[in-house]
T-cell receptor, first 112, second 114 residues
Framework: DAGITQSPRYKITETGRQVTLMCHQT?????MFWYRQDLGHGLRLIYY???????DKGEVPDGYVVSRSKTENFPLTLESATRSQTSVYFC???????????FGQGTRLTVV | AQSVAQPEDQVNVAEGNPLTVKCTYS??????LFWYVQYPNRGLQFLLK??????LVKGSYGFEAEFNKSQTSFHLKKPSALVSDSALYFC????????????FGDGTTLTVKP
């Protein structure tokens, strides 16, 4: 939606493996975010970025790494996947000085 | 710190009746408040927001919300519910000095029965 594309849509991985979730935007949003959605917890912010090469931790950053070398891409890497990281992951973008966020379709990650 | 509470996990209404989905918040500074809707297997879609000005804000699909500063609430309302309004609704807040980072509630599932 609104130019945010996530891939893959579904992923199954094994415990201990590294996995990268991709997020690409076509609208040049300044801000980009990664959230995870778990039943009973709503959406929790993992990492966010205010611009290329500027990233910062959110509420639940442990076990995750992000990078933003280009404005349009904001990949999220699980360095060593754990079962507790089974979740639905959403990438979102927001223009500078705007307020609402625009979300991708989500990636459903299962760690077995 | 900022936080959002959606006190009802589930709201059930009959089609044609008015609906209310409740949200209260806590934030430093002036609040930016949002409602999003999520349909099954989809990302969140923006419905409406309060930034400043009129306390009653109107959004997509006939939804509206009222900002109440004294009660720190931002309840979502619609005068006449449709079956197609059935979805998961999220309230979100951020302080005007907390650039970009919104905090979401746990969500409220709205079910509209024919």
């Amino acid at each position: 939606d609104a130019g945010i594309t996530q891939s893959p849509r579904y992923k199954i991985t094994e415990t201990g493996r590294q996995v990268t979730l991709m997020c690409h935007q076509t609208w040049s949003h300044s801000y980009m975010f990664w959230y995870r959605q778990d039943l009973g917890h709503g959406l929790r912010l993992i990492y966010y970025s205010a611009a290329a090469d500027i990233t910062d931790k959110g509420e639940v950053p442990d076990g995750y790494v992000v990078s933003r070398s280009k404005t349009e891409n904001f990949p999220l890497t699980l360095e060593s996947a754990t079962r507790s990281q089974t979740s639905v992951y959403f990438c979102a973008g927001s223009p500078r000085n705007a307020t609402e966020a625009f979300f991708g379709q989500g990636t459903r990650l299962t760690v077995v | 710190a900022q936080s959002v509470a959606q006190p009802e996990d589930q709201v059930n209404v009959a089609e044609g009746n008015p609906l209310t989905v409740k949200c209260t918040y806590s934030v430093s500074g002036n609040p930016y408040l949002f409602w999003y809707v999520q349909y099954p297997n989809r990302g969140l879609q923006f419905l409406l927001k309060y930034i400043t000005g009129d306390n009653l804000v109107k959004g997509s699909y006939g939804f509206e919300a009222e900002f109440n500063k004294s009660q720190t609430s931002f309840h979502l309302k619609k005068p006449s519910a449709l079956v197609s309004d059935s979805a998961l609704y999220f309230c979100a807040v951020r302080g005007n000095t907390n650039a970009g980072k919104s905090t979401f509630g746990d969500g409220t599932t709205l079910t509209v029965k024919p």
